[in-house]
């Protein structure tokens, strides 16, 4: 399903709605809509009473039509393309362009869709939006418009993985000048979603991206040293000095390791070199308080039998 494309070849964040939902918003438009004209039906009985038969018809056909449609030309211009079904699937027309609809494209909407969905039973409006790429129907066609999906399922944030301690060190005196920007979008983009593809995909895309690296700035990869581990490292020094330039020497070390290390990173698919581990310091001995005797509380001094005066 591919996306909206505006005519200055801007991709908009929104999607074609297919014919399932279409259907569907459309089945409850049109409960709604007779549901709407039997009532006025049941009001216009006693109002047309005293009338003959030929203008009780024609009362009958005019609120036909008005209901049919009126009312949906009315609800899709002063909802910017939101009737009630639409709404309640999670759908809304849009001009071509991706901006919202007027009166006019309302109008031709309403005029056809009486024609392909009304007097056709939906089969014309079925068999258009089957046939076309973007799920377009007659009346979209003729009016310049686009049912879309509002409702898009919201994707979790894809987190890249953090770099291999024992390479981040190794990064830090790097020339990353030469890189350009598109290739650090297609890494970040490939961390973030590595674990998704298939591993021999994954590794090759890896591959090709370190290579890539490797030829602008000449740090090679070791032997032994996954790919995709490498780019972690290559993309967490290059955070590092966007820190540090942002925020001056008081930027923390993002790529700086901790000791103790785990002697296997955990997350990539092969080991690197061995992590040394820090020294265990000595704890420093433990000076005994010695011990003090208490003090012993004096005696009572002898009374002399005089009180203080108040």
């Known amino acids: 399903m591919s996306g909206l494309v505006t005519g200055e070849a801007v991709a908009l964040g929104v999607q074609p709605a297919k014919l399932p939902s279409r259907a569907l918003a459309m089945v409850l438009d049109v409960i709604v809509y007779w549901g709407v004209y039997f009532i006025l039906s049941f009001g216009l009985l006693a109002a047309t009473a005293s009338l003959d038969g030929a203008a009780v ?3 009958y056909v005019a609120t036909l039509l008005l209901v ?38 309302a109008l031709v909407r309403g005029a056809v869709g009486l024609i392909e969905i009304q007097m056709m039973l939906g089969v014309v409006a079925c068999i258009a939006s089957l046939v076309s790429e973007r799920g377009r129907r007659v009346g979209d066609v003729f009016a310049g418009t686009l049912v879309v999906r509002e409702r898009i399922p919201v994707q979790r944030a894809q987190l890249m993985p953090p770099p291999p301690p024992w390479l981040a060190a190794q ?42 690296v490797t030829a602008r700035t000449g740090a090679p990869v ?58 265990a310091v ?25 009180a203080p005066p108040a």
Not at 191 to 204: G, T, Y
Not at 224 to 250: C, I, M, N, W, Y
């Open 222 to 279: 070791q032997e032994g040293t996954p790919p995709a581990a490498f780019l972690a490292a290559v993309v967490a020094e290059r955070q590092a000095r966007d820190a540090r330039k942002a925020f001056g020497a008081a930027a923390p070390h993002l790529h700086q390791p901790q000791f103790p290390f785990h002697p296997q990173p955990q997350g990539w698919a092969a080991a690197g070199p061995p992590v040394p581990v820090a020294p």
């Open 57 to 59: 018809a024609a009362v």
């Open 68 to 105: 049919l449609i009126g009312v949906p030309i009315a609800v899709e211009t002063l909802t910017r393309g939101r009737s009630l079904g639409k709404l309640a699937c999670g759908l809304r027309v849009v001009r071509d362009d991706g901006g919202p609809i007027r009166f006019r494209h």
């Open 171 to 212: 990064m830090t005196g790097v020339d990353l000048s030469a890189v350009p920007e598109e290739l650090w979008l297609a890494i970040r983009q490939y961390l973030a979603r590595m674990r998704q593809l298939d591993p021999q995909v994954s590794w090759a895309m890896a591959q090709q991206l370190a290579n890539d």
């Open 282 to 306: 000595p704890a420093a001995p433990v000076q005994q308080a010695v011990a003090q005797p208490m003090p012993q509380p004096s005696a009572p001094e002898p009374s002399t039998g005089f």
